[in-house]
C-alpha cells in the first residue's frame, strides 16, 4: 500500500487528484470543530459521554463523524443522512419496478437515481436535524443549564422559534456541504468520495481511543499496561483478519461450449464466476445496529426504570448493551441481515439463464434448475461463514465492556476497523488502476 501510494506521488497527474483530496479532507475536519449558534457544547459533550456508550446506535454516529456529533458542530449529521438514503434507494431499487428499470438504463438511469437519492438525503438532514434538535432540548447538566442556550431565556415567542430554525439549519447545511464535498472528491480527486469522508471521521476517532489507554496505564499502570498491550496486539491481528476475509471469494467454474461459425471456432474458454466472502460489506451490521437502537432510543426518552420489578424493568435489562442477550439476538439479527441481503444482491434463477444464454456452464452440472440450485447452495455456505464473521468482528466491543466498563469508550470496534480497511483496500485498487494507466507500454513498444 505505501508503495502504491509513492509511486502514485511521483506522478504529477495524480498527485495533484491527492492534494485535492486530502485538501477536501482537512476541510471537513475544521467544519467538525465548527460550532452551531445557540448551543452549549460543553453540556452536549457531557451529555452525549454518559448517554453514547457501549456500543449503542449514538455510540456509533459520533464514531463515523469524528466526534462532530458529541460537539453539536456543523458536521454533527456528516455523511449518515446520505448513507441512509443511499441504503433506502438501493433497497427499493429491488423493490419498485420503475427504479429497477433505472437502473438498468446504463449511465443515465444511474444519474437520475444519484439525483433520487441526493433528494431522499435531504428530506433525512431535515428529520435527523430536527431529531437532534428535539434531543438537544431535552439535554441538561448540572443545575438547571441546557445544552439549548436560547430555550432558557425565552420560555415562548419568536426567539424560541428562530434558534431552533437557525440550529436546523446549520445542521442541514453541514450534511448538504459534505455530500458535496464528496462528490467533488469522487469527480477530482482519488476513490468514493462518500467513503473518503466517512474514513477520514473514523480515523479521527483513533488518536481519542490511544489517548484513552495512555490515561488508564497513568492511573493503573500495573493493570492496564499489560491490557493495553494485549488491546494493541488484538487490534493488529483484528486488521490482518480483516483483510484476508475481504479479500477471500470462492470462484464457481464455467466452462464455454465450442460452436463454430464459418470458418472460425468460438467458445471453449474456461473461467469462473468469483463470489466474495464478504458480499454484503458491512450492511448487515448496520441494519442490525439499527434495530437494536430502538429499545436503547426508547429509554433515552423515557428513562432509566425506577423500579427493579416489571416489564419496562426487564425489557431494559434484556436489552442493555453489557448483557448477554442483547450480544445474542445481535448475533443472530446480523444473520439473518447476511441472507436478506445476499438474496437481493444475488439472482440464482438469472445467473443460470444468462449460462446458458451464452453456451455456458457449470462443470458436472446440467443447464437450469440444477444449476441455479447449485449456486443457491454456494451462496447459502459463502453467506453462512461471512455473516459468521461479521457477527464476531460486531460483537468484540460488546465482551470489551463487560470485561472492563472503563473501556467501554474506545471506538476501535470491529465495525469501525472493518469500515477502516474497506476503504482503504479499495483506495488502494483505485490507485492501482491509475498507475497501469499510465505505465502500460502500448502495442508498439
Request: overall charge positive; glycine content about 8%.
Amino acid at each position: 500500500m505505501f508503495q502504491t501510494l509513492k509511486r502514485a506521488w511521483s506522478i504529477p497527474e495524480i498527485r495533484k487528484k491527492l492534494l485535492y483530496t486530502l485538501l477536501m479532507i482537512v476541510i471537513f475536519r475544521f467544519g467538525s470543530a465548527v460550532a452551531v449558534p445557540f448551543l452549549d457544547t460543553s453540556v452536549v459533550r457531557s451529555w452525549m459521554e454518559q448517554n453514547a456508550t457501549n456500543g449503542n446506535f449514538l455510540e456509533y454516529l459520533n464514531t463515523i463523524t469524528g466526534g462532530a456529533l458529541s460537539q453539536a458542530t456543523l458536521f454533527s449529521l456528516s455523511i449518515t443522512p446520505y448513507i441512509n438514503a443511499s441504503i433506502i434507494m438501493q433497497l427499493l431499487t429491488y423493490a419498485l419496478p420503475p427504479l429497477e428499470r433505472l437502473r438498468d438504463e446504463g449511465e443515465e438511469g444511474r444519474k437520475k437515481l444519484n439525483k433520487i437519492t441526493t433528494a431522499v438525503a435531504m428530506a433525512l438532514a431535515v428529520f435527523m436535524g430536527f431529531a437532534y434538535y428535539l434531543t438537544l432540548k431535552r439535554m441538561t447538566a448540572t443545575g438547571d443549564s441546557g445544552a439549548v442556550t436560547s430555550a432558557l431565556k425565552y420560555s415562548s415567542g419568536w426567539e424560541m422559534y428562530f434558534s431552533a430554525a437557525v440550529i436546523i439549519a446549520c445542521f442541514v447545511a453541514g450534511a448538504s456541504f459534505v455530500v458535496w464535498m464528496g462528490n467533488r472528491i469522487s469527480e477530482k480527486g482519488i476513490g468514493n468520495g462518500v467513503s473518503m469522508i466517512l474514513f477520514s471521521g473514523i480515523a479521527a476517532r483513533f488518536p481519542v481511543d490511544a489517548g484513552t489507554l495512555v490515561s488508564l496505564i497513568k492511573e493503573e499502570p500495573s493493570k492496564y499496561l499489560f491490557v493495553t498491550i494485549g488491546y494493541v496486539l488484538f487490534i493488529i491481528a483484528e486488521f490482518a483478519f480483516i483483510v484476508f476475509m475481504n479479500e477471500a471469494e470462492r470462484r464457481i467454474p464455467i466452462q464455454y461450449a465450442k460452436r463454430v461459425v464459418g470458418r472460425k471456432q468460438y467458445g471453449g474458454q474456461k473461467t469462473h464466476i468469483p463470489v466474495k466472502v464478504m458480499m454484503s460489506g458491512v450492511m448487515p451490521i448496520i441494519f442490525a445496529m439499527s434495530f437494536m437502537s430502538l429499545p436503547s432510543t426508547i429509554q433515552l426518552f423515557a428513562g432509566q426504570p425506577t423500579k427493579t420489578t416489571g416489564f419496562y424493568y426487564h425489557f431494559c435489562h434484556f436489552f442493555s448493551t453489557r448483557s448477554w442477550s442483547y450480544a445474542v439476538l445481535y448475533f443472530i439479527l446480523i444473520i439473518a441481515f447476511n441472507y436478506f441481503y445476499v438474496s437481493i444482491q444475488y439472482n440464482p434463477i438469472e445467473i443460470a439463464n444468462n449460462l446458458r444464454q451464452s453456451n455456458g456452464g457449470i462443470p458436472g452440472i446440467r443447464p437450469g434448475k440444477p444449476t441455479s440450485d447449485y449456486i443457491q447452495r454456494v451462496l447459502s455456505k459463502i453467506a453462512l461463514v461471512g455473516a459468521v464473521f461479521l457477527g464476531i468482528i460486531a460483537i468484540i466491543p460488546i465482551f470489551f465492556s463487560m470485561a472492563d466498563q472503563k473501556l467501554q469508550s474506545l471506538s476501535m470496534g470491529g465495525t469501525t476497523i472493518l469500515i477502516a480497511v474497506s476503504v482503504a483496500l479499495e483506495t488502494t485498487r483505485t490507485l492501482e488502476s491509475q498507475l497501469m494507466m499510465r505505465h502500460h507500454k502500448g502495442f508498439l513498444s
